[in-house]
């Protein structure tokens, strides 16, 4: 059950992750992208309080693979670069430390579209 006990707690944390996302889309008059701006922004403040990391540690991917988690990563490569470079860092940190997943967003968005054959709505 140990081994189960992970994947359980990161099924849990990102559910109800986006089960906030839901009911936010299904009772107030945010749009969906409102809501995708709002959860990365929380989780840059949450990140920079220090009130991310036990969500983290418990949810592990649960939490870190959502845009709570994208604003999280931000927040740390932020703090990090900071303590290493001084005020130059807060504006190179974020993007660094986001660098991979970036990078893999826009290649496999670009492979799609190769694959496949995009088309506009409407």
Same mark, same amino acid.
């Given at each position: 059950m140990d081994i189960l006990l992970p994947y359980l707690r990161a099924f849990l944390c990102g559910g109800a992750l986006c089960l906030i996302g839901q009911v936010l889309i299904?009772?107030?008059?945010?749009?969906p992208a409102k809501i995708l701006v709002l959860y990365v922004v929380m989780g840059v403040v949450l990140g920079g309080l220090g009130l991310?990391?036990?969500?983290?540690?418990?949810?592990? *991917?649960? *939490?870190?693979?959502?845009?709570?988690?994208?604003?999280?990563?931000?927040?740390?490569?932020?703090?990090? /670069?900071?303590?290493?470079?001084?005020?130059?860092?807060?504006?190179?940190?974020?993007?660094? /430390? /986001? /660098?991979?997943?970036?990078t893999a967003?826009?290649?496999?968005?670009?492979?799609? *579209?190769?694959?496949?054959k995009p088309k506009p709505k409407g």
């Open positions: 299904d009772k107030t008059k945010l749009t991310y990391e036990p969500l983290v540690e418990w949810g592990g *991917a649960g *939490a870190t693979v959502p845009l709570t988690g994208f604003g999280y990563l931000l927040a740390k490569g932020v703090a990090k /670069a900071v303590e290493e470079q001084g005020l130059l860092g807060a504006f190179t940190g974020g993007v660094t /430390a /986001a /660098a991979g997943g970036i967003a826009v290649f496999f968005g670009y492979l799609v *579209a190769l694959l496949f």
